[in-house]
C-alpha cells in the first residue's frame, strides 16, 4: 500500500452505518470527529471496534477516520469493525482468510422485527377478554 493511498468502504450492522477511511498511519482511530475513545464510553465496545485491526496486527500502521449514523452505540461498533474489515482485506489479500475465519467480514443480519397489525407489538399480541 503506497504512502497516498486511502481505501474508503462501508460497514453495517443493525441500523448503523458506518463509512470507513483506512490510510497509513500511526493508528488514530477517529469517529465523527472524536477520538473513538470518548465517542464509544464503553470498554466493550471500543473492544469490538478495535478487533480486526489487533487480529491483524495492524494497530499502529492505519489511521481510521470513520463516520458512523444510526442504531445505538453497541450497533456503530459492531459497523464499524464490519467497515475496518472490509478495509483491511481490501490492503492485503492474506489478511481476508484471517478476518474472514474471525466472522469479522460477515454483515450482521439481525435486524428488528417490525410490528404487525392487529398486535400490541412484533410478537406480542392484544390480551384475549372472553366478556
Do not use: C
Not at 482485506?89 to 417490525?114: I, N, Q, S
Amino acid at each position: 500500500m503506497s504512502e497516498e493511498t486511502k481505501i474508503l468502504v462501508v460497514g453495517r450492522r443493525k441500523e448503523a452505518t458506518a463509512r470507513v477511511l483506512l490510510r497509513p498511519g500511526g493508528g488514530k482511530i477517529i469517529v465523527n470527529n472524536i477520538p473513538y475513545e470518548k465517542y464509544f464510553f464503553r470498554e466493550t465496545d471500543r473492544i469490538l471496534a478495535k478487533q480486526p485491526l489487533e487480529i491483524t496486527n495492524n494497530l499502529d500502521k492505519f489511521d481510521v477516520i470513520a463516520n458512523v449514523k444510526g442504531g445505538g452505540l453497541t450497533g456503530q461498533a459492531g459497523a464499524l469493525r464490519h467497515g475496518i474489515s472490509r478495509a483491511l482485506a481490501l490492503t492485503d489479500v492474506g489478511l481476508r482468510g484471517l478476518l474472514r475465519k474471525h466472522g469479522f467480514l460477515t454483515r450482521d443480519p439481525r435486524m428488528k422485527e417490525r410490528k404487525k397489525y392487529g398486535q400490541k407489538g412484533a410478537r406480542k399480541r392484544f390480551q384475549w377478554t372472553k366478556r
